[in-house]
């Protein structure tokens, strides 16, 4: 069977995860990795896995995108660069899934909204947050029972899963999630917080997420929504578990959520990355689809 | 270094926390005009420094950590013009506040900033360090738990904040674990590392009644500033009582610069009669120093154990065995939560 060919850009946690996550894909093959370290343990590694790699960047790329056939790329640098790195392979055709904190593009929370992204033939879709993708869905379950005037989320991840650059913009991810609790999730205001602990053996990925409802909670309603849209997850997160809640107090509601990864890059504490590389791969997954059945068609952007 | 070597003569810079730290003991509920009175007091005491935000710094304002009556900003805007000598610092915990929160802070008068980070994790910081000393700010670099790491590792981890820009580095016992000898070591490793322009500090919890022996330790291996808190308002156990500490400098010959008097005064007259507790070594309080637990744990366990019916040194013992750091509060029902399953108290929906 055909199937959609995509790079990945950044060759660090993320990108490298990513590999294992497309290698098992019947509709994705990926086929380069960039980097800018030749001695990067990722490129290594791509390259032992059968992709082509080049350390000079998205420009190393850009002359070999038309003649390998590559359609989709994901993009796992930094905030800073990924406007540059969409730009260039936009101009190509070629649409973008962003795992950094740019949110150039529109926010994707795959069991919120991604069918109305691919409706629309997203060029640029960014996946927001590994905190985002593991909160967002539930805060949603809950504002779609009834209206959320704020919500707040905290992710806790091991020290040892969380890579530099998101270590050396906490803000920006912290913006990102806030920001996409509100956009995708639904609540009027809302706020992320992040913790890195470095407990060893290394502690699971833990979510926790209060929203603060306008009217006194509907707890059933707000139950089933929740548990409904926790399966939804389970289905490209295997690992996703509700651990205690929904505890209802007053107008707030608390869900405890533990992510617990597939182990394919990094072993199974590190949901955080499993959760934002199976959800990225999703997402290219549903456009993959649509583009081998011949219902959508990615057209090269012209830039100003 | 000796301990009986005379630290006569010796310059430290007392940190008043009684309006930040004291914020936990308070559940954040301190009000605008009890700042101002407060920290005036403590200014016309001649502490030159003192903190005043949320307990958990810029951005704190959360379910998480609860909601003081203020925002920070009206905090700061009404202490800071009023202050004569003292220079008002703030907390910014990276993951937690943010670099806006970080100028709009500087707008309403802070000059002084502290930017902490789990001793393991200084590489969350350095562009919160930058950026305040962009701002002109005093930057202060604070280890937090730092029981959970050794000397040469809180060394590198200083050494790290201090290549980002910090100009004082702190080993924060957060859980009022430590003893004298674990202080000694861990600012000794840090003072051979950092560059000798670089200041020390130490900030204390007293879950074990240890936080002026545990100053003075640091002291002697060439700390120069140190964090307390008038009559020990703070999270656990409080924080070194402030007003005894400057006493034993007294008796010392540590030059502080503070009037004991005046300072006794506060204690006595302002901060004691503010307490909704006692603050001071209790059960819990003393779990905490016991099983190394972050001290800003202790109210939130006590809800917790009150709401699920499992006791609260359980809980507390059981968030020191999993390892859970300062800024996982919402742990602690969710560890309740799992305690009183399996003590059948408590039934899961899922």
């Known amino acids: 069977m055909a199937k959609i060919r995509c790079a990945l850009i950044g060759s660090g946690n993320i990108g490298t995860d990513l590999i294992y996550k497309l290698k098992r894909s019947e509709v994705l093959e990926p086929v380069w990795m960039v980097g800018i370290d030749p001695a990067s343990e990722g490129l290594a590694r791509a390259s032992e896995l059968g992709l082509k790699t080049t350390a000079a960047g998205v420009d190393g790329l850009l002359p070999h995108v038309i003649e390998d056939g590559v359609q989709i790329a994901f993009d796992a640098t930094s905030a800073y660069v990924h406007a540059e790195n969409s730009r260039k392979l936009n101009a190509l055709g070629?649409?973008?899934?962003?795992?950094?904190?740019?949110?150039?593009?529109?926010?994707?929370v795959p069991p919120v909204n991604l069918r109305a992204h691919m409706d629309r033939v997203e060029m640029n879709v960014n996946m927001i947050s590994c905190a985002g993708q593991a909160t967002i869905p539930i805060v949603h379950a809950v504002s779609r029972i009834q209206s959320v005037e704020y919500a707040e989320i905290i992710a806790s991840l091991s020290s040892r899963s969380v890579g530099p650059g998101t270590r050396a913009n906490l803000d920006e991810f912290t913006y990102t999630t806030s920001d996409a609790i509100c956009r995708v999730g639904g609540a009027r205001r809302g706020k992320a917080l992040a913790i890195?602990?470095?407990?060893?053996?290394?502690?699971?990925?833990?979510?926790?997420?209060?929203c603060l409802t306008d009217e006194a909670p509907d707890e059933a309603r707000i139950t089933e929504s929740i548990l409904a849209m926790i399966r939804e997850v389970q289905s490209y997160v295997p690992g996703y578990r509700l651990v205690n809640g929904p505890v209802f107090h007053e107008r707030k509601v608390s869900v405890f959520m533990e992510v617990a990864g597939l182990g394919d890059y990094l072993p199974r504490y590190a949901g955080n990355l499993d959760i934002m590389t199976a959800a990225a791969t999703r997402t290219a997954e549903m456009f993959a689809q649509e583009l081998l059945a011949g219902r959508i068609e990615l057209k090269p952007l012209e830039t100003a | 270094m000796s301990a009986d070597q005379s630290l006569?003569?010796?310059k430290v810079v007392l940190h008043d926390m009684c309006l930040r730290d004291g914020m936990h003991a308070k559940r954040e509920q301190i009000g605008v005009e009890q700042m101002v009175r407060v920290a005036s007091a403590l200014d016309a005491a001649g502490v030159p420094l003192i903190q005043v935000t949320h307990g958990a710094g810029l951005g704190g304002n959360s379910l998480q950590h609860g909601f003081a009556l203020h925002s920070n900003e009206d905090y700061l805007r009404a202490v800071c013009p009023r202050m004569k000598q003292a220079k008002v610092s703030v907390l910014l915990i990276p993951g937690l506040g943010t670099m806006r929160e970080l100028q709009s802070a500087h707008d309403c008068g802070a000059r002084s900033v502290t930017i902490a980070t789990h001793c393991t994790e200084a590489d969350t910081a350095p562009q919160h360090i930058a950026f305040a000393r962009k701002l002109g700010m005093d930057t202060v670099g604070f280890l937090m738990m730092a029981h959970l790491n050794t000397p040469e590792g809180l060394a590198q981890q200083g050494k790290q904040m201090e290549s980002y820009g910090a100009q004082t580095l702190y080993i924060t016992d957060s859980a009022g674990y430590m003893l004298p000898a674990d202080v000694r070591a861990r600012v000794a490793a840090l003072r051979a590392v950092l560059d000798p322009d670089t200041g020390i500090g130490f900030h204390g919890h007293h879950?074990?009644?240890?936080?002026?022996?545990?100053?003075?330790?640091?002291?002697?291996?060439?700390?120069?500033?140190?964090d307390g808190s008038v009559a020990g308002l703070g999270a656990g156990a409080g924080n070194t009582p402030l007003e005894v500490f400057a006493a034993v400098c007294e008796r010392m010959g540590i030059e502080t610069g503070v009037d004991l008097f005046r300072l006794m005064d506060v204690a006595e007259d302002i901060i004691v009669p503010m307490m909704d507790h006692m603050v001071r070594v209790d059960r819990e309080s003393l779990t905490l120093g016991f099983a190394g637990v972050y001290s800003t744990f202790l109210?939130?366990?006590?809800?917790a154990a009150g709401r699920y019916g499992v006791p609260a040194r359980d809980i507390l013992v059981e968030l020191g065995r999993r390892k859970m750091i300062g800024g996982q509060e919402d742990m602690i029902e969710d560890t309740a939560m799992t305690l009183a399953k399996e003590r059948g108290l408590?039934?899961?929906?899922?």
């Open chain 1, 196 to 210: 890195i602990n470095p407990a060893d053996p290394p502690m699971i990925m833990r979510n926790t997420i209060y």
């Open chain 2, 8 to 10: 006569k003569g010796r």
């Open chain 2, 346 to 350: 408590l039934q899961g929906v899922a």
């Open chain 2, 207 to 226: 879950n074990l009644g240890m936080g002026i022996a545990n100053s003075i330790a640091a002291i002697e291996e060439g700390a120069s500033r140190i």
């Open chain 1, 94 to 108: 070629v649409m973008m899934i962003d795992l950094t904190p740019a949110a150039i593009g529109p926010l994707c």
């Open chain 2, 299 to 303: 109210l939130h366990a006590k809800r």
